[in-house]
């Protein structure tokens, strides 16, 4: 059974950092893309960061160059590092797992996990 826990949301000031985990159960981690989405009451959920084991790494244009996501193929985690964080940033973040990369895209099986809370108030 896959398995996708995050931890690591809370309440942060403006300009404030936190760091998000997602520790992935019952998947070949390495052969999954892996990322971080994230929902605000009443948006669509919107891709923050993705990254592959070869090291390619997607981001969406409001957190360029204040996110940094990284994956230990060891310990099958997925980390969010946020910096210089913004009121807009509030939102439940979802970690996703996609793959496997043995498969063709269409084949992929996509996982959610269920998702953890980022406020950014003063």
């Known amino acids: 059974q896959v398995r996708l826990v995050e931890s690591g949301g809370g309440t942060v000031q403006p300009g404030g950092s936190l760091r998000l985990s997602c520790a992935a159960f019952g998947i070949i981690f390495s052969s999954y893309e892996m990322g971080w989405y994230r929902q605000a009451p009443g948006k669509q959920r919107e891709l923050v960061a993705s990254?592959?084991?070869?090291?390619?790494?997607t981001y969406g244009y409001p957190v360029k160059g204040r996110f940094s996501i990284s994956r230990d193929n060891a310990s099958n985690r997925v980390y969010l590092q946020m910096h210089s964080l913004e009121h807009e940033d509030t939102a439940v973040y979802y970690c996703?797992?996609?793959?496997?990369?043995?498969?063709?895209?269409?084949?992929?099986?996509?996982?959610w996990g269920q998702g953890t809370q980022v406020t950014v108030s003063s």
């Open positions: 990254g592959t084991s070869d090291g390619t790494t």
């Open positions: 996703n797992a996609v793959g496997p990369r043995t498969l063709i895209p269409r084949e992929r099986s996509s996982y």
